[in-house]
């Protein structure tokens, strides 16, 4: 029975030591009270250690979500919502984790390589997105303000007219990147809502873990 709150221990090593210790506490407590003693008994109870921690993981994150939501909500900044949307890509990868370790049916399968491929395909294509239309915004206008300095001496209103649009397009860039930013953090949101969702209405719980409360 040490051994296998030794192995969840280790396995939880991204908690905070006082979470930890909690979590130990707990399921050791549980086990002694339920007079199991042997590692295959903790197992046929609890499940694997890496499947319990991952379901532990799983649990803290989502619990941080909702904070790390809430408190973007309360007070609206840009640290608050980029620390928010960080929390949601955690979760969402955390709960794949744990269903991934859990045995599930066919369909839950499918669901989860769907989540997977969803947070990977919209990640990866905001990012070429943004890239590519920030590197292209940005070139244009400071290859029209470059332009305008040297024909704004000899042709003033051909030269203003560059500088406007230099100066438009720089502009337009940064709004541009402020878009795709909001637009990424609210879909992170909408999967991680759908990671929550399935991972509460599918994930099998022992009587240990219907248990505990965070």
């Known amino acids: 029975m040490n051994e296998y709150i030794k192995e969840v221990e280790r396995l939880i090593g991204q908690l905070t030591t006082a ?10 407590e549980y086990l002694m009270d339920a ?21 532990v993981l799983a649990d803290y994150s989502i619990r941080l979500s909702e904070q ?14 980029a620390q928010a949307a960080k929390s949601n890509v955690k979760t969402v990868w955390l ?42 915004v940005v070139a244009v206008g400071v290859m029209c303000c470059v332009a305008a300095l040297f024909v704004i001496w000899q042709t003033p209103w051909t030269g203003l007219f560059y500088l406007g649009i230099g100066l438009f397009a720089l502009g337009a860039s940064i709004l541009g990147w402020l878009i795709v930013k909001w637009l990424g953090r609210k879909i992170v949101w909408a999967l991680s809502w759908a990671a929550k969702g399935v991972y509460q209405r599918f994930i099998p719980r022992s009587r240990a873990e219907r248990g505990r409360k965070l």
Request: charged letters at 15%; zero cysteines.
């Open 19 to 28: 979470e930890q210790q909690d979590v130990v506490e707990y399921y050791r």
């Open 35 to 55: 007079g199991i003693e042997s590692y295959q008994q903790a197992v046929d109870e609890l499940g694997s250690p890496r499947s319990l921690a991952r379901k």
């Open 68 to 81: 790390s939501q809430q408190a973007s909500q309360a007070q609206p900044s840009s640290r608050a919502a």
């Open 95 to 136: 709960i794949i984790l744990a269903l991934l370790s859990t045995p599930v049916t066919i369909p839950i399968l499918l669901v989860i390589g769907a989540l997977l491929f969803a947070l990977v395909a919209v990640l990866g294509s905001l990012l070429v997105a943004a890239a590519a239309m920030y590197i292209t």
